[in-house]
C-alpha cells in the first residue's frame, strides 16, 4: 500500500515550456488534490477533484490544468511555465470531502 | 471566506519544554472542521487531527493536546516534554461546510526547533 505518490520527484523547466505532473493514490479515495507550497504562504490549492471525471478550480488555478481520468490518478499540468510557478507541487487524496487528506511526498520544480 | 491565523512563524524551545502552538481561525459557516498537520524536514504533510464545529471536548494523544475553543475562534495545540523529534513545521486547516466544501484553507504554519 503506497499511499500517494507523484511522479517526478524534481523538475527543472526552462520559461515556456510545458510538463504534466502526475498523482497517483490506491486508497481508492474520490477525492484528490493539487497545493502549491511558497515559503511563508503555507499550502494554496491549484485545483480539486470530487471524483473520476470531474475537476474544479482552487485558490490559484490560473496557469494550471487538471484531469482526472481514473479515479486513481490525477494529473496537473502546466502550459507554458513561468518563474513565479517555480514552488512545491504536493497532491492530496481523501475518501470523502471533510476526511483528512493523506499527502504525497512533493515534486519541487523549478522555471528558469 | 475563510481564514487561518498562526501568528507564531517560529518557536524554538530546550527539549522536555512544553510548547504551545496557536491557530485563529474566521469563518461565517455553522459547521465546520479543523486539522492539523506536521511538517518534518522530509517534507512530507502528516494528519494529526481532526475536529468538527460542534465537538469542543478537548484531545489529549499522547503527548500532544488540543484546546478547542469556538467562543475564541482558537483551535491550539499543545506538545508536553517536547523532543528533538518533534522539530517540523505545524499547520492548523479549515474547511467550512457551506463556504468552501471541501478545499481547506490553511495557515502559514508555525516552524518548531526543539533543541536538545
Known amino acids: 500500500n503506497a499511499g500517494v505518490t507523484q511522479t517526478p520527484k524534481f523538475r527543472v523547466l526552462k520559461t515556456g515550456q510545458s510538463m504534466t505532473l502526475l498523482c497517483a493514490q490506491d486508497m481508492n479515495h474520490e477525492y484528490m488534490y493539487w497545493y502549491r507550497q511558497d515559503p511563508g504562504m503555507g499550502l494554496r490549492l491549484i485545483h480539486y477533484?470530487?471524483?473520476?471525471?470531474?475537476?474544479a478550480k482552487g485558490e490559484v488555478p490560473d496557469g494550471y490544468n487538471v484531469s482526472r481520468l481514473k479515479k486513481q490518478n490525477f494529473l496537473l499540468g502546466l502550459e507554458s511555465a513561468a518563474p513565479s510557478q517555480t514552488s512545491v507541487y504536493f497532491c492530496?487524496?481523501?475518501?470523502?470531502?471533510?476526511?483528512?487528506?493523506?499527502f504525497g511526498p512533493g515534486t519541487r520544480l523549478t522555471v528558469t | 471566506a475563510q481564514k487561518v491565523t498562526q501568528a507564531q512563524t517560529e518557536i524554538s524551545v530546550v527539549e522536555k519544554e512544553d510548547v504551545t502552538l496557536d491557530c485563529v481561525y474566521e469563518?461565517?459557516?455553522?459547521?465546520?472542521?479543523l486539522f492539523w498537520y506536521k511538517q518534518p524536514p522530509s517534507g512530507e504533510l502528516v494528519f494529526l487531527i481532526r475536529r468538527n464545529s460542534f465537538d469542543e471536548q478537548n484531545e489529549i494523544s499522547g503527548r500532544y493536546s488540543w484546546n478547542f475553543q469556538k467562543s475564541t475562534s482558537s483551535f491550539n495545540f499543545t506538545i508536553t516534554a517536547s523532543q528533538v523529534v518533534d522539530s517540523a513545521v505545524y499547520f492548523c486547516?479549515?474547511?467550512?461546510?457551506?463556504?468552501?466544501?471541501?478545499?481547506?484553507?490553511f495557515g502559514e504554519g508555525t516552524q518548531l526547533t526543539v533543541n536538545p
Open positions: 492530496a487524496s481523501s475518501r470523502g470531502g471533510f476526511d483528512e487528506q493523506y
Open positions: 477533484s470530487v471524483g473520476e471525471g470531474t475537476t
Open positions: 486547516a479549515l474547511s467550512g461546510w457551506e463556504t468552501s466544501g471541501s478545499r481547506l484553507t
Open positions: 469563518t461565517r459557516d455553522t459547521t465546520y472542521y
